[in-house]
């Protein structure tokens, strides 16, 4: 296989912020694009997302340079030359850019590639992105994990916590758990405008209304979800990502927006305790903040055997971080977001760390999307169970259901649904 070429452009993504698209052809014939998404609450660990600082466009945003990276550099080291699988590629990206972090190239320049490059294997091979991956007899369709009460950094209102998801798992297809979530989704929207709070959505096209308090996110979306016909905890429970790092300020959790005051470790813990044994929640990401690795064995070690721990700003999908947290006893799960480390192999490479170590993967969109729905194919290949892309109303979220939702049919009986199982703890 041989790449004839290469190119790169800047684009938008769901924020309006520039991102960065590359195309690519193998053998004159095989074309496919790919564009990079963004995150807002990041992991401090992430890779590095290469922006101009160029004030005078986009704020200081643009990506010309990390766009001037494919079409200069990258394309010298690969045009015309023989590469042979994904890994061959993504070696050379990693050498060339020559950083532990991507900062040189930049990771959004260096993901654009790895990922056009997939896609365009994929093609020229005649088999779907997700065989391209990883090739299965038979696939597992995620649950597919709904945001539909945005707080934190993705929302400007009330809430402190970042992400309220609804996860419809007791469902024979991934079409049926769709449709679930949907109608819970729109029950919401109505509940919250007969109490007199706004539907406007955060960026990850889940409401964001001036709740009084955080615990109310929670009420109300039970409220939505036996107003839809359904039963919470049998047919559809709930999953958070509070994005605690954010939160986290001289060694206490702020809760700038509800309360105005903070908690300490063992009061956030008392919290999540509570919340865990009184609501219906299945999974809660990034209970503890990155940079709280005590918090997080605490987290573990009183809640580890309950629900599942995921790890997003602690790990930020990169391998060497993960094995240390594993050594540590840190969480049972991982999110997986291909940005945050940078190449396709990679995020491979950690999705096998932890199966070996027999902790859950969870993938992930970010909260700046795009048209791109490579993260559904992932899912997918992966046989990963459960997936978080947004809620049910804005188009760069609804494109990843989309997909899924023609996979599914492509593959018929060749795919299962995960069902609750999809949780570390069904
Ligand atoms: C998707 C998330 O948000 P962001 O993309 O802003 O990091 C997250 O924190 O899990
Ligand atoms: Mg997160």
Redesign the pocket.
Known sequence: MKITSLHAREVLDSRGNPTVEAEITIDSRFQASAIVPSGA?TGEKEAVELRDGDLQRYKGKGVLQAVGHVNGEISYALLNKEIPDQAALDRILIELDGTPNKSRLGANAILAVSIAFAKAMALARGIPLYAQLETHDTYVMPVPCMNVINGGRHADNSIDF?EFMIAPHRAHSFREAIRMGIETFQTLKEILRKKGYVTAVGDEGGFAPNLSSNEEAIEIILEAIVKAGYAPGDDISICI?P?TSELWEAGRYVLFKSMKGSLSRDELLDLWVNWVRQYPIVLL??GMAENDWDGWKMLTQTLGNEVELVG??IFCTNPSIFQKGIEQGIANSI?IKLNQIGTVTETLQTIQLARQHHYKYFISHRSGETEDTTIADLAVATCAGHIKTGSGCRGERIAKFNRLLRIEEELGHRSRFAGKQAFIFS
């Open positions: 609450s970042q990502d994005a990401e990034d997003d700003d999110l």
